[in-house]
């Protein structure tokens, strides 16, 4: 593609490394590693699977970072895998993917962390007389994402700053969360069987693949680095450190959270926690009060609040850069490239993003609050919406999340193969660990999650697919025409 900055709009690069690891660590740990254990014991109830469930999902994601690293060194713009998509397979791909980014995945995934962080909130602050709880917990959510966007509106350094804090204290959290059952101890090797299941037990792949995508959702988030690539100084370094290192981290931290809950909690404690009955403690919860009592449980809601809070700020800040980027491409309106003239933010995209994010919240409250009818209504209409009415908000979200993600971040993937061959004149400051077999097993274990989510969940994954033909309508008949020109100029691999 030619180059051609007269006109380009840029984002400054103010953050450093500090704040490009942030990005990874602080955006992933959000609410999973306090909720998804449960999910992932509920369905491999047995140690040696649970942690194999952590450990293929980590290995999963580290090879998928790995790839990304050198994509996000060599193409350091703003938008992360929309610009990887537009230069291997071109703008149709793209602009997929900044649509599914936009409809579900991206705005997806601040709706289900913004749930998370209700949920927590009203552990210590019920809702009040005369308020349904249902009412209550969008409330709280929709409070959560409108905070981090005026964050991160403010300037970037400012959500930066708050990333690197936020992040800080939530490893420090979770260290003293690891460190103290053995301190006071209330840790028994004994709640760690059994180790295997049983010679013969049927359904045991497809209890791993379901907690898989819980899993998955735990470490989902890894992307957001390349994402602010061109915020990020000296990229060509910053961002694969990042990358690589937030894995590593992410990894220790989730097993060695892992762990310490099955020391301190019986399995079926653990197990007990997935459950959805009134009264039921999230996993986080009830490990903290079996250690502190009801002190640990407001211990816990704080922390976890403050963590989730975190990880939205991560995607306050990440996820509009790639609807900026579509903007400057002229693939999404011209208004979302637009920078504040004071806070040199894409404010505007932000807000956009936020907006739809909200709008998630309230359709999916809907759903919940209002019981699907008895009959009236067709057999596909009925059983999603008796699906949304029996779990919670922060369940139904993440498995739309996961697949639609899984879909694009594997295409994204896949453009190191091209673009080897296509742009082997680009400067590559960073080449991927193992390359070409380190892409190759994320890709292949990409389809079998996808055609495992598409068995499982068949109604959340096809809906994913549905928003991806509609997407590829409107490209048709609003975004069909002239190829855009990239953009690219000195700063490539600066």
Not at 253 to 260: A, D, E, H, K, N
Not at 320 to 349: E, V, W
Not at 387 to 396: D, I
Not at 426 to 432: D, F, H, I, S, V
Request: overall charge positive.
């Amino acid at each position: 593609m030619t180059t051609d900055t007269t006109d380009r709009v840029e984002l400054p690069r103010v953050l450093g490394l500090a704040a490009a690891l942030s990005c990874v660590v602080g955006s992933v740990i959000g609410s999973g590693i306090f909720m998804v254990p449960a999910t992932i014991a509920d369905n491999v109830p047995y140690l040696g699977g649970i942690a194999l469930v952590w450990i293929v999902g980590g290995l999963f994601s580290l090879a998928g970072a790995l790839t990304l690293a050198e994509l996000s060194a060599m193409l350091p713009h703003a938008g992360g895998s929309y610009v990887y998509l537009r230069e291997a397979f071109g703008r149709l791909p793209a602009f997929l993917f900044g649509w599914c980014e936009f409809l579900v995945i991206r705005a997806g995934s601040v709706a289900t962390l913004a749930a998370g962080f209700a949920y927590y909130f009203a552990q210590l602050i019920p809702a009040p007389a005369g308020i349904h709880p249902q009412v209550w917990l969008p409330a709280i959510a929709i409070v959560a994402m409108t905070t981090v966007a005026v964050i991160n509106i403010l300037g970037t350094r400012v959500g930066g700053g708050v990333q690197i804090a936020g992040t800080v204290v939530k490893l420090v959290a979770l260290g003293l969360m690891m460190i103290l059952p053995f301190a006071m101890g209330r840790t028994d090797v004994a709640r760690l069987s059994p180790v295997w299941p049983p010679t013969g037990q049927a359904n045991l792949y497809q209890g791993f693949m379901i907690a898989l995508v819980s899993a998955l959702w735990a470490y989902d988030g890894w992307v957001n680095a390349g994402a602010m690539a061109e915020d990020i100084a000296n990229p060509g370094r910053n961002v694969p450190l990042s990358l690589l290192w937030g894995m590593l981290i992410l990894i220790v931290v989730y097993l060695g959270m892992t762990l310490v809950y099955h020391l301190v909690l019986p399995l079926n404690d653990v197990i007990q926690a997935a459950s959805t009955k009134p009264g039921t403690r999230p996993i986080a919860a009830e490990f903290c009060y079996q250690l502190f009592g009801k002190s640990g449980l407001t211990a816990i809601s704080l922390i976890v609040m403050s963590s989730i809070f975190i990880a939205l700020n991560g995607n306050a800040m990440s996820g509009p850069r790639a609807y900026f980027a579509m903007a400057r491409d002229g693939l999404f309106p011209k208004s979302l490239c637009a920078i504040h003239s004071r806070f040199q933010t894409p404010a505007n995209a932000i807000i956009v993003q936020t907006v739809w994010a909200i709008a998630l919240t309230v359709l999916g409250s809907v759903f919940l609050i209002i019981k699907p009818p008895a009959s009236g209504l067709p057999e596909w209409l009925l059983a999603p919406w008796r699906t949304f009415n029996e779990k919670p908000l922060y369940n139904v979200l993440f498995t739309y999340v996961i697949f639609g993600g899984t879909v694009f971040y594997t295409l994204a993937i896949s453009s190191v193969f091209v673009l080897r061959k296509t742009r082997p004149d680009l400067p590559r400051p960073y080449k991927t660990w193992g390359y070409p077999i380190t892409p190759a097993l994320y890709i292949v274990a990409s389809f079998v999650l996808m055609v495992d989510m598409l068995i499982q969940t068949p109604f959340q994954s096809l809906v994913g697919l549905g928003i991806i033909m509609v997407g590829a309508v409107v490209y048709a008949v609003v975004y069909r025409g002239p190829v855009a020109k990239s953009g690219f100029g000195e700063r490539d691999g600066s």
